[in-house]
């Protein structure tokens, strides 16, 4: 299945109107698309790709690239091993950030602190995570097309959702652990 976004989000410094489609694996639940779509917006202006083969041992969810090519950002939004975070910020260390995203405060805590002891580059590890309820409540909200306004601030994230179930409004705040390196 794949879903279209629409997209008209603003933050602070401006309007990002953009259309998006992702296209979800037989297995994938509305929550994990919620959380793709999510790192999208949070990072429209680096104009990401979804789903790009880096050649790494693991695919990221969402990835950007500076004007030279070379990869600037790593998003993650499923499972991801110590293992494989270890191999991805000793790649990407001192080029480029990893972003994981989690659906609430608990995963996110959970996840970094099971981590947190064993990767030698932990300082290019950040996670974002939602309000309790947000990503589920989102990710049930979606169908096949979705006009999707929104505001993005540095510490919430406000949207609303048009489509064939109709209008669903949400607003989470964003909870961030790690950040020590540039975004």
């Known amino acids: 299945m794949k879903y279209s976004f629409n997209i008209k989000i603003s933050d602070d410094k401006q309007e990002h109107i953009d259309k998006l489609i992702i296209g979800a694996f037989s297995n994938e639940s509305g929550s994990n698309i919620a959380l793709k779509f999510l790192a999208y917006l949070l990072f429209i202006e680096k104009r990401p790709k979804l789903d790009e083969d880096v050649g790494w041992q693991v695919t990221p969810d969402l990835t950007a690239r500076d004007e030279s090519g070379e990869l600037c950002l790593w998003v993650s939004c499923g499972s991801l091993s110590v ?34 002891d064993k990767i030698k580059h932990m300082d290019y590890v950040n996670c974002i995570s939602f309000d309790d309820g947000f990503i ?40 961030r652990v790690g950040f020590p390196s540039a975004e």
């Open 83 to 116: 293992k494989k975070v270890d191999l991805i910020t000793t790649k990407g260390r001192d080029r480029m950030p990893v972003f994981v995203f989690r659906k609430n405060q608990r995963e996110m805590e959970e996840f970094h602190h099971s981590i947190k």
């Open 136 to 175: 589920d409540g989102l990710g049930d909200a979606l169908d096949r097309t979705n006009n999707v306004e929104g505001y993005i601030g540095e510490d919430m994230i406000t949207l609303t959702i048009d489509n064939s179930l109709g209008r669903h409004e949400a607003f989470s705040a964003l909870h």
